[in-house]
C-alpha cells in the first residue's frame, strides 16, 4: 500500500498562493487517479480535485479556475496549485491514491 506524505500548507493572506506536494512511497505511475481531498473544522471531508494518470483532470466548483492539480509520475509526486485563495479555503489538505491517507497538511488563509 502506498504512503502519502504532504507538504507545503501554512499560512497565506486571502489572494496569495500555495503550492501542495505529495510525495508517494512508490511509483504512482500505474495508480489511476491521484486526488487532493479537504477537511475544514466541523465539516465533512470534500474532494477538491483528482488527476488521471493522462493527465485528464477535475474540480469541485468551489476550487475551479483557481487550482490546478498535476502529477509528476517520474518523482512519484502530485501537486495542487492553490491561487487566489479564499478564508473559505481554510483547512487540513489531504492527499488521496485515491482514497485520502497520510496526515495531511493545514492550510489557513488569514489576514
Known amino acids: 500500500q502506498v504512503q502519502l506524505v504532504e507538504s507545503g500548507g501554512g499560512l497565506v493572506q486571502p489572494g496569495g498562493s500555495l503550492r501542495l506536494s505529495c510525495a508517494a512511497s512508490r511509483s504512482i505511475s500505474s495508480i489511476y487517479i491521484m486526488a487532493w481531498y479537504r477537511q475544514a473544522p466541523g465539516k465533512q471531508r470534500e474532494l477538491v480535485a483528482h488527476i488521471t494518470s493522462g493527465g485528464l483532470t477535475n474540480y469541485a466548483d468551489s476550487v475551479k479556475g483557481r487550482f490546478t492539480i498535476s502529477r509528476d509520475n517520474t518523482k512519484n509526486t502530485v501537486f495542487l496549485q492553490m491561487n487566489s485563495l479564499k478564508p473559505e479555503d481554510t483547512a487540513v489538505y489531504y492527499c488521496?491514491?485515491?482514497?485520502?491517507r497520510g496526515q495531511g497538511t493545514q492550510v489557513t488563509v488569514s489576514s
Open positions: 488521496g491514491a485515491p482514497a485520502p
